[in-house]
């Protein structure tokens, strides 16, 4: 059997972090997105058969790099900005090797004295960063959509009738109703799904011309809620939505929350970071009112995937929901064993290429870093601007979202128009050099570029725009012209 010895290991590990350093090195004249075939990729890896006999261990990390590098889309290309997926800092690259090396098991503080009490800090940073109260509870999960469960989760135990977690569906007399904007993300119908909470039984609050939530609507939804026996317990506001960016008034919402009684979640997965910009909007600075806040260090805080962070205010929210003492743990009482604050048991250590990045950058850094982001998406919405075939929707945080329009063509046109959009945006994804992503608003289909991007620079917006009007005149004088006069 090829075992790895420590020198093995050693230059196994030499020549990989040199690889690496070239790849990140060549990484910008790489297609973002090699559109690869499942075929060529599966003929890449080779046979389905699980393997009998094991194989050389350096050539095998030597070939399966090359597969990576050759087949993959690369979210750290400078081109890549079309969904809200960072590249990683390469010092959460190297975060994550040293994670797995020492593998502590963090439910237990026993298991993971250092990674709980890395793991404990850097909940506080985060807190810090965003001017969330320091002393909030909270959790690294794998994602956006787990960390918001986990907000939902505290917020139902909370909320719901006090026996809630013995009698499950059946406690209490009136039926659980939450509310969010027309903008919230899919988890919520998973959450409402997974809490027995039912679909049926989340309000989806029209949003105003700004695509916020409308406050008037939501009060107008509490009441005749209450009216007809529903329990009211929940206001999810998105601390920028996916789509757009848009933050919902969240100093309203907690206003709202605080006079029905109600638990106010932010869902800050892409934006909540964004509260610690010294030009962040009262809306932004308000996620410090909510009861739960979700948000992911690999998205504006550039880590590796998979890394999100929920914070609740009011720590025994955590706890109540999730401690249980099973005799088969005899973790000592008096440190945090972190399987008491989340829904996971065994849980890696998440925490070290977080803590890594906020010591190697501080608080100003990240500033500078997601300023950047911002400045290049209000650069991007300028450019469109200048280019007559260019409509702008909108920008909001470091999504910039529009579209094409031929020269004379007809803009309610939309069956047109959104094929069009559609096809350009095929057209850049298959090109290798800008990778966009869409946006759906009213049945327009807008183009949508979001930086989370530390690498991405202004000549990367420039070649977008030009790649964008090119494959639209392009598609556009393809079609068969229609004289709308
Ligand atoms: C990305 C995102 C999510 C989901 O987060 P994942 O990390 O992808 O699970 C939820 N809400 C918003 C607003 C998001 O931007």
Redesign the pocket.
Known sequence: MPSITPETFRQIGHELIDDLADFLTRLENLPVNANSTAPAIREALGTDLLPEEGKDPATLVRSVSRVLQAHSCFNSHPGFMGY?TAGPLPIGILGDLLAAAINPNVGAWQLSPVATEMERQVIRWIAQFIGYPEDAGGILVS????A?YVGIWAARRAMGPADIQQKGLKAGPRQLVAYVSQEC?T?IQKTADLFGIGTDHVRWVAVDEERRMDVQSLRAHITADRKAGYQPFLVVG?G???SLGVVDPLEALAEVCQTEQLWLHV?G??GAPAAGLPSASSDLKAVRLADSVAL?P??WFYSPLEA?CCLVKNPKHLTDAFSYRPAYYSFEQGEINLVDFGPQNSRGFRALKVWLSFQSLGRLGFIELMEKDIELARYLYERVVQEPELHPFKTALSITTFSFVPHGGDPTDLAFLNALNKGIMEDLQAGGAVFLSNAVVDGRYLLRACLVNFRTQKRHIDQLVELVVERGRARAGARPSVDHS
């Open positions: 809200i994602g956006g959509n787990m918001n993300h988890w998105t920028g939505s996916v869902d997965a892409y992911d690999h998205k999100a």
